[in-house]
């Protein structure tokens, strides 16, 4: 009988609580103390004749009293029994809904095959099973990878239906996608609330158990956790069942970024890659090979020599993108581990590939707004700056470099460039500034050379704005030596700053060289509470470390101002040679929008492009991952209101598979097509194996009526009645009702004596 108590002890505490009433009963008994009265005799009698009643009802009360305890005790006990009893007042018809756990880790391959491979088996027994059931019965499927769907919602077991989920649960298949445990959950939670029908439910979920599924961070809008939402569900559910179809993992690696170096991949110039390989296994991994393929040709080869557990190994690839065009193209790149690699020492293969979708540019588009011209070689602003962005000679820079005076930058188009220099401009108008100021802010990067022909008072009112405006600080006053007899030296701030990648290690002698006569003094506010902190990159040696380069974030563009040329006015920095020139490129790359790595998205995030409509049509061509025949796509006007409105977008959601989706634009001018490639890749929060024991789960539930089932149990045959269910309810109910019989029954008692 102690089998049907969740909490047999307590059963035994009401139990002996019963000698309580049975002794204050007796208590009561001896609490008058007998002395002979012989005017009472003639009473005597009277109570002997009604002796006999007095002592039953005594007697019945005693057994209420005793009988509460007892059910006081069974309550705390928790009684339950296999039987279920809402069952037992409904129809008989039964829903079983199905949680199944098809994300990316559900493709791990251990010893006793995959855990969707055992899913699909278990299933597949489970309605082979059910064929003689209940033709009135219904099964329901949702998956984690589409919480928010039910699919099949409700179907009826009849012959056909069964046939139909044969042939679905055998081709079942772990998705590149990641799972959502808890909203999968909670929306079987859910649907027991709008359920109207007069069905037993029983919920069975199929998992591999991996911890980042049952620790997720709750939803929007819930303030239950995976374990909570799967308790509230077994209170509802006639039976909760959780099958265990993984395993532990001791090897598994992921590719976990491909990640150039430049933000710039420029046609003709080497490009330097490092493919990042995580080890999330238990076990050390020797000689790890790493493939390198563009667009689909032979790949280049590197080999990690180790990846310790937990920790990331890093593969290099150089690689020289070569178009015989000027204007900017799209390569897919796939990264892969080797084959042979993968079959003996990896438990997820599908995480050991991920693409890349190279934008690659012409060119980087300099300006350069040259503040003081001159005809005399050498003397310009810009002189040193431009040659040795654009050096010429057999050396390819990538660098496209424009120069003009102040009067053609007031009429130049500044969307044509990535990066724009303003050197030692004496004014800027506030128009200018205002234009300077949205293309910053959509992801252009403006450097301010500032030298003696500028007017600080302008400067400060049109371009600092009292912190607010494009120049990260306020001017006050020229500093350094006139007569140029006594200079200072750079010193970075900043540790691991891309300008100052060259001048490390046994290179930091060469920033020593550089000497600074003449600067402009400035006020820097870089408290980060402001809404565009400027940061100090670098100072002076001077008495004061005056700061010499600032930078701000402004929008998605950067504006960086140093606070003397780079000519050899004020400094003799351009005199320095190699130094000067790996600088200068450094910089420009620096300034310049991260568009190498656009068009990487992970799997299921939607793809939206910008289209122009002038320059492409608004029909585009888009090709799926593994497929020969282009579905039709359109761009449609950000403002429906305003279709004369040219920012027009294009968006695709149908990414749910890894690889490169390819866009094919017609130009509008009938030209030619532009291809732009798209890589989705898949979450490597999935790559993560480790698993969450029963146990922990079991604690987290505390008394939830969950039942955990190891792999080759029967699953769907598990029926409703065969689900224990607490009595608790039932057992208080009674009680309540006993209580109150008691109380009048013993007022009744006491109001006839």
């Known amino acids: 009988m102690l089998e049907f108590l969740l909490n047999p002890s307590f059963l035994f505490a009401g139990t002996a609580a019963v000698a309580a009433p049975i002794i204050i009963h007796l208590l009561n008994r001896r609490r008058f103390k007998k002395i002979d009265w012989a005017a009472m005799d003639f009473l005597l009698e009277a109570q002997r004749l009604n002796r006999r009643r007095v002592k039953l009802e005594e007697l019945i009360l005693l057994l209420l009293r005793c009988l509460a305890m007892i059910l006081i005790g069974l309550l705390i006990a928790r009684p339950s029994l296999d039987i279920n009893v809402s069952g037992l007042l409904k129809a008989g018809q039964t829903e079983r809904v199905i949680v199944l756990d098809d994300s990316l880790s559900m493709a791990t391959v251990g010893q006793q095959g ?6 699909s088996e278990i299933l597949q027994k489970g309605i082979k099973s059910l064929s003689n059931s209940n033709s009135q019965d219904i099964i329901t499927v949702v998956r984690t990878t589409d919480p928010n769907k039910f699919a099949p919602n409700g179907l009826p077991l009849t012959e056909s239906s069964i046939g139909d989920l044969l042939d679905e649960f055998k081709n079942v298949q772990a998705t590149d996608l990641r799972g959502d445990l808890h909203s999968a959950l909670s929306t079987v939670e859910k649907s027991f609330e709008s359920d109207k029908s007069n069905f037993t439910k029983v919920v069975y979920l199929l998992t591999d158990l991996r911890r980042m599924d049952w620790e997720s961070s709750t939803k929007l809008g819930s303030d239950k956790g995976v374990t909570q939402t799967l308790q509230s569900i077994a209170d509802k559910a006639a039976g909760c069942y959780v099958v265990d179809l993984g395993s532990e993992i001791e090897n598994n690696l992921v590719i976990e970024e491909v990640k150039p170096l430049e933000k710039v991949l420029v046609n003709g110039v080497p490009a330097d890659f490092e493919v990042l390989v995580k080890n999330l296994g238990k076990l050390d991994i020797e000689d790890v090979t790493v493939k390198f393929s563009v667009r689909g040709s032979l790949p280049l080869k590197s080999k990690i020599p180790l990846i310790e557990a937990g920790t990331i190994g890093v593969a290099a690839f150089s690689y020289t993108f070569t178009d015989s065009g000027n204007e900017s193209f799209s390569v897919p790149i796939e990264v892969s581990l080797e084959n042979e690699f993968s079959k003996g020492k990896d438990a997820l293969r599908e995480d050991n590939v991920r693409y890349f979708p190279a934008r690659v540019a012409g060119g980087i588009h300099v300006l350069i707004v040259d503040g003081d011209p001159s005809g005399i070689f050498g003397k310009s602003e810009s002189f040193y700056l431009a040659n040795a962005l654009s050096p010429g000679g057999p050396a390819i820079s990538g660098v496209d470099v424009t120069v003009l005076d102040d009067t053609d930058f007031d009429s130049s188009k500044l969307s044509q460039y990535e990066v724009i220099f303003i050197a030692n401009l004496y004014r800027i108008t506030e128009d200018r500034a205002n234009s300077l100021n949205e293309w910053v802010e959509n992801g252009g990067g403006l450097v301010l050379l500032l030298g003696d022909q500028i007017d600080e008072d302008v400067y400060n009112d049109v371009l600092y704005k009292n912190g607010s405006g494009l120049l990260p600080f306020k001017l006050s006053t020229v500093g350094g030596d006139e007569k140029e007899e006594e200079w200072v030296y750079i010193k970075p701030e900043k540790q691991n700053h891309p300008l100052f990648r060259f001048f490390e290690g046994d290179n930091k002698r060469l920033l020593d060289q550089v000497k600074v006569f003449r600067w402009w003094n400035s006020e820097v506010v870089t408290n980060e509470d402001t809404e565009n902190p400027s940061n100090i990159v670098a100072s002076l040696t001077s008495d004061d470390n005056s700061p010499v380069i600032v930078e701000k974030q402004v ?27 790996i600088t200068s490129q450094e910089l420009v790359r620096y300034m310049a929008k991260n568009i190498a790595s656009e068009g990487m998205i992970s799997v299921a995030e939607p793809i939206f492009h910008p289209v122009d409509v002038r320059e492409y049509r608004q029909q585009a061509r888009l090709l799926r991952p593994g497929e020969k025949v282009t579905e039709e796509v359109e761009a449609l006007p950000q403002n429906k209101s305003n279709l004369n409105n040219l920012k027009w977008t294009l968006s695709y959601e149908r990414t749910d598979q890894k690889g490169i989706y390819e866009l094919q634009f017609d130009r509008a001018d009938g030209s030619g097509v532009h291809s732009l490639a798209f890589a989705a890749n898949i979450d490597t929060g999935e790559s993560d194996l480790s698993r969450i024991s029963v146990a922990s789960i079991r604690s987290d539930l505390g008394s939830a009526n969950v039942e955990f089932l190891p792999f080759g149990s029967p699953v769907l045959e598990l029926e409703a009645d065969a689900t224990r269910s607490e009595m ?12 109150m019989v008691e109380l009048f029954y013993g007022w009744w008692i006491g109001a006839r004596r």
């Not at 608790?728 to 209580?739: N, T």
């Open 114 to 119: 995959s855990p969707i491979d055992k899913a």
């Open 728 to 739: 608790w309810k039932i057992v208080l109910i009674i009680l309540g009702v006993l209580l």
């Open 555 to 581: 929008g998605s563009g950067r504006v960086l101002a140093i606070t003397t040329p780079l000519d050899n006015d004020w400094n003799n920095f351009p005199e320095n040679g190699a130094s000067f020139l």
